[in-house]
């Protein structure tokens, strides 16, 4: 079945940047998504990227999409410690079928 | 714009005991999905509601989970009896359908069940 597959742990010091990858296996996915997951709190959207795009770009956060190897990676620019939490990448396809990956928890260091 | 509503946030049983959680879920919004997390896990799936049919379900343990969206507004996800693996947070989210603007899953608080 579909699968969707994330590093655990990334910890980075505060203004340096951060990078989370994510691998999915289902091709026709036509959306990808990243959440953010507070402590005690529900997955808020980051961002998402259609699959007929490469990149994307919104203020701090950029989005590469590599097709072919069904890879999406989410950046950061300057790292903050309010940017620490667990991140989900979500692919979703068939009858809008949302995927998510087990979460890489970020730890800013100050 | 009222967000996702859900409840109880907490609860705690014993095993074998029944629960029932409850969604409100964004108003106007067809989808409604109910998603199981486990501490350190990813959610995963347990039902998908497109106003009130079922569209998937195949990871819902029917033996003991159930879920109905009767007037395809809220929602309620009971288990019985409780195991202790169903520990976990019950998150319940809604879209107004992946080709309507972003496709956003707008999530609940969740729901944390505790079973001892």
């Known amino acids: 079945g579909e699968d969707v597959e994330q590093s655990l742990f990334l910890s980075v010091r505060e203004g340096d940047s951060s990078v989370i990858n994510c691998t999915y296996t289902?091709?026709?996915?036509?959306?990808l998504y990243w959440y953010k997951q507070e402590p005690g709190a529900g997955l808020q959207l980051l961002t998402y990227i259609f699959s007929n795009m490469d990149m994307k770009q919104d203020q701090r956060l950029t989005v590469l999409l590599n097709k072919k190897d069904k890879h999406l990676s989410l950046r950061i620019a300057d790292t903050q410690t309010g940017d620490s939490a667990i991140y989900f990448c979500?692919?979703?396809?068939?009858?809008?079928?949302?995927?998510f990956g087990t979460g890489t928890r970020l730890k800013v260091l100050a | 714009e009222a967000g996702v509503a859900q409840s109880p946030r907490y609860k705690i049983i014993e095993k074998r005991q029944s629960v029932a959680f409850w969604c409100n879920p964004i108003s106007g919004h067809a989808t409604l999905y109910w998603y199981q997390q486990i501490l350190g896990q990813g959610p995963k799936l347990l039902i998908q509601?497109?106003?009130?049919?079922?569209?998937?379900d195949s990871q819902l343990p029917k033996d003991r989970f159930s879920a109905e969206r009767l007037k395809g507004v809220d929602s309620t996800l009971k288990i019985q009896p409780a195991k202790l693996e169903d520990s976990a947070v019950y998150l319940c989210?809604?879209?107004?359908?992946?080709?309507?603007?972003?496709?956003?899953?707008?999530f609940g608080e969740g729901s944390r069940l505790t079973v001892l």
């Open positions: 509601f497109q106003n009130n049919g079922v569209v998937d």
């Open positions: 979500a692919a979703v396809s068939g009858t809008y079928k949302y995927i």
């Open positions: 289902d091709s026709s996915s036509t959306y």
């Open positions: 989210a809604s879209s107004s359908g992946p080709f309507a603007n972003t496709g956003e899953l707008f």
